[in-house]
């Protein structure tokens, strides 16, 4: 029985880590670098944008990023100080309502990490071309309220919880990618980027439904759901049963290597409306990944546990009555079966990447020292989109440095800024930002409140080649 | 300038400075207190006791089992004296028997009153050629106690079989002697008996030598609780709190244990609940007894906050059954269960 809890609290914990110290964010991107002209970093954002100078970075911190963004939900609603500890939310010391007003009927947390490992632009003509190699990696989870809910209320006031939609994904793939932009006219400029996309490895753990009826006189639960890994190299430990059925009992590693293949593709323009306004747009990784069937794990979730109490041995005719501790032991591996993944087989599977969508406007005075820049970027998880309105001012002093100040209307809630900085000197170019400043954060790093946070930084090497205007 | 340049890089990294609360420290996180669910409620068991659980019927010999009802019997053949010359009272004793009944002090644990509804003797003669007015005396011992009766009859060729007792049996198989006064002596869970058989010296006299040679006797007590009866079942519900059990829902917070007792036996009982340790000592909670009176009831032992911390020693379960009679006195049965569907409901929720 010990199993199932540890087991559970070991999940819990997990969750929580993913959920509070939480990670991800949205694609490789940060939005408040979206205007600064002396960033090599926007041209992720828009293949129609192109920097001052051509560059080649340095291998593997040519542009780092990771971030991390919840629909809502923040460290302090899972972890709470109390008498000098640090507890979660499970604690009894935690009311139960303000801890359950916190949360969504849907929490997701999401989480981008990449690097660029080796990347270049130039240019040739009016056109500018980029090339890099990164390797990418997200992951989200997502669980509804009504989970929850049943782990801190209990049954004591509701006797039916319909838990749906708990799902674990994460992917991580090889990207290489040719990009190129050129002014069509003297107002508009357009670019485009295909990717060649290489799949290290992909999971995808979805629990449909847990539905629990759990009265005073029975117990009944159903779980129905399903898993799939695509990542050679992968060898799933099967354990058996007291029905007889292989289930997945955990996994090793072993010989990894490349388990699909896919493209990926991205466009981008810009418009000078006026002198000082230009308008901008593009939409990013538009593609897919298919991943082969080597390699490939699918299970699936069907458990049944069903309880209407113990068999009571009272007095002394009850030789053929099971003892308690055993009886409680079998229950705990009935009710362990609720999670089991059976063995299913081989399957290839087809993900689409999540794309981005970018469109964003910017007014330019003191001959381009400042800017104000407004930007929208919707990125495509799955099963939500999630959308952020960016207001960034830029202000470049000096040709050698850039700032930009930024508020995101809808993860920033008056409790966090984003701010980029690029450092361009003749010899190199460092640029560092994010779009959520940390104001107060865990030993860990990570927002006690904010429910974003996002880190970017590369260092480059600039090249003699400048734009022709 | 170098100056201008290395203020505004301090400046600019000051921008990304965060202020540390380690209030949240990740790595420290204390899951000791987690608890899975504020309140609880499920089905905890379902159990039931026996009649012949309920009644040490292993412990009893003498019980029998007359249509389907518990009964201890005592019979046998009483011991004719012969015929003497003379007379010294207008009575003689023509007949006598010593049983013993100890081992009706087993029928239940402790001190008990077997106030049965309906204890009766019946006697069997071949008496076919005289006509006896007899007189039964009983005397019934239990350590210091003693209690007697007697019943006045006669044995006849038209009446050699007697039944003697508070009830009549409605049979033409016997003559009904009515005595109430049975009850009484059967209460005392006596543990011998003596039954002496005196008729009338005259009538003995005249009889002819065959008048009576067999008299057959016996002591039925048919387990049939009358109001005054009073016991103790004891059962146990070895290993009742699992280690792993105990752990995880009686380690905080209070626990309701309760539910239906379903009781098919003629009894009223007072139920109570003893947990114990595992050296069968009672760990210190107090549960108050709950009445269960007719064919069902509810019971409810509630374990508090303060109780909970000595339930981390407990293991067994005694369920002290504290029987009464009821008015209708209906006969104890084999087969029948009092049967206890518990529930369990708990605050403060399930350890993790």
Redesign the interface.
């Known amino acids: 029985?010990?199993t199932v809890?540890n087991m559970?609290?070991r999940g819990?914990?997990a969750l929580?880590?993913l959920a509070?110290?939480g990670m991800s964010l949205s694609a490789q991107q940060i939005r408040t670098s979206y205007f600064m002209r002396s960033s090599t970093a926007r041209t992720t954002m828009n293949p129609a944008y192109r920097p001052e100078r051509g560059y080649v970075s340095i291998p593997v911190l040519g542009a780092v990023g990771a971030s991390y963004g919840t629909n809502g939900i923040a460290?302090?609603n899972f972890?709470y100080?109390?008498n000098g500890?640090?507890?979660?939310f499970?604690?009894?010391?935690v009311n139960?309502e303000s801890f359950l007003n916190g949360l969504k009927d849907e929490n997701q947390v999401n989480v981008d990490l990449g690097t660029q490992v080796l990347s270049g632009g130039w240019y040739a003509g009016k056109g500018f071309w980029t090339v890099d190699v990164s390797v990418k990696g997200l992951a989200n989870i997502r669980a509804p309220k009504t989970l929850f809910e049943?782990?801190?209320?209990?049954?004591?006031?509701q006797?039916t919880y319909d838990i749906r939609n708990i799902q674990a994904y994460a992917e991580a793939y090889l990207e290489t990618g040719v990009g190129y932009s050129r002014p069509v006219t003297d107002k508009l400029t357009v670019g485009g980027k295909v990717k060649l996309l290489w799949g290290v490895g992909a999971m995808d753990a979805t629990i449909d439904q847990i539905y629990a009826e759990?009265?005073?006189?029975?117990?009944k639960v159903t779980s129905t759901g399903t898993l799939q890994t695509n990542m050679k190299g992968l060898v799933p430990e099967m354990e058996v049963d007291e029905q007889g059925r292989d289930y997945y009992n955990s996994f090793d590693f072993d010989s990894p290597g490349l388990s699909g293949f896919g493209l990926g593709v991205g466009l981008g323009a810009t418009y000078q409306l006026t002198e000082n306004i230009m308008l901008s747009a593009a939409v990013l990784d538009l593609g897919f990944i298919s991943w082969s069937k080597g390699g490939s794990t699918v299970g699936k979730l069907d458990g049944t546990f069903d309880?209407?109490?113990?068999?009571?041995?009272?007095?002394?005719?009850?030789g053929d009555i099971p003892?308690?501790?055993d009886q409680?032991?079998a229950i705990k591996e009935d009710f362990e079966n609720l999670l089991h993944f059976k063995k299913g087989g081989e399957s290839g599977s087809t993900t689409r990447l999540r794309s981005t969508i970018n469109i964003g406007g910017e007014y330019r005075l003191l001959e381009n020292k400042l800017g104000i820049g407004l930007l929208s970027s919707t990125r495509l998880y799955s099963p939500k989109a999630y959308t952020e309105l960016t207001l960034s001012g830029n202000y470049r002093p000096v040709k050698w440095?850039e700032?930009t100040l930024s508020y995101s209307f809808i993860h920033s809630k008056f409790k966090t800024y984003g701010?980029a900085?690029n450092?361009s000197p003749s010899w190199i170019n460092f640029f560092?930002g994010?779009d959520y400043?940390?104001?107060?954060?865990?030993?860990?790093?990570?927002p006690?409140s904010g429910n974003a946070m996002n880190l970017y930084m590369g260092v480059s090497v600039p090249l003699k080649s400048f734009a022709r205007e | 300038m170098k100056n201008k340049h290395l203020v505004i890089l301090l400046l600019s990294f000051c921008c990304f400075a965060a202020c540390v609360d380690s209030k949240y420290d990740l790595s420290d996180v204390n899951t000791d207190d987690a608890v899975m669910g504020e309140s609880w409620v499920a089905p905890l068991g379902t159990g039931y006791v026996t009649s012949d659980d309920v009644v040490r019927v292993e412990k009893v010999p003498s019980i029998r089992e007359v249509d389907g009802a518990y009964v201890v019997v005592y019979d046998g053949a009483m011991k004719i004296k012969g015929k003497s010359l003379r007379a010294a009272s207008d009575k003689v004793v023509i007949a006598s028997e010593e049983i013993t009944t100890g081992d009706i002090d087993g029928l239940f644990d402790g001190d008990f009153v077997l106030a049965l509804t309906d204890p009766h003797i019946t006697l069997k003669s071949d008496v076919t050629k005289a006509s006896l007015d007899c007189n039964l005396s009983i005397e019934a011992e239990n350590a210091g106690k003693k209690e007697s009766a007697s019943s006045d009859f006669t044995l006849s060729a038209v009446s050699p079989a007697i039944w003697i007792g508070p009830l009549d049996p409605k049979t033409d198989a016997f003559k009904f002697i009515k005595n109430e006064q049975l009850p009484g002596i059967v209460q005392i869970v006596p543990q011998k008996i003596r039954l002496a058989l005196s008729a009338d010296s005259e009538q003995w006299m005249n009889a002819p030598m065959d008048a009576l040679s067999e008299l057959r006797y016996a002591v039925e007590l048919p387990l049939a609780p009358a109001p005054e009866f009073s016991a103790v079942s004891v059962e146990r519900i070895e290993n009742a709190f699992d280690e792993d059990f105990v752990d995880y829902i009686f380690s905080d917070g209070s626990a309701r244990i309760y539910g239906e007792v379903t009781n098919e036996m003629p009894f009223d009982m007072s139920v109570e609940m003893v947990i114990l340790d595992e050296n069968d000592v009672p760990v210190g909670i107090q549960l108050p007894a709950q009445d269960v009176k007719g064919p069902s009831g509810e019971v409810v032992f509630e374990i508090t906050k303060e109780d909970m911390p000595k339930m981390k020693d407990a293991r067994h379960i005694d369920l002290r059954l504290h029987l009464t009679g009821r008015d209708q006195g209906e006969a104890l049965k084999k087969g029948q269960k009092t049967t206890f569907n518990l529930k369990l409901e708990k605050e403060g929720g399930i350890s993790i």
């Open positions: 029985m010990n809890y559970y609290k819990l914990c929580c880590l509070t110290v460290v302090d972890i100080p109390k500890e640090t507890v979660t499970m604690d009894n010391s139960t049943f782990m801190k209320k209990g049954n004591g006031s006797s759990m009265g005073e006189t029975s117990w309880f209407d109490g113990f068999d009571l041995a009272i007095g002394e005719n009850n003892s308690m501790g409680f032991d440095f700032a701010i900085l450092f560092i994010s400043m940390l104001t107060k954060v865990t030993p860990q790093c990570l006690v």
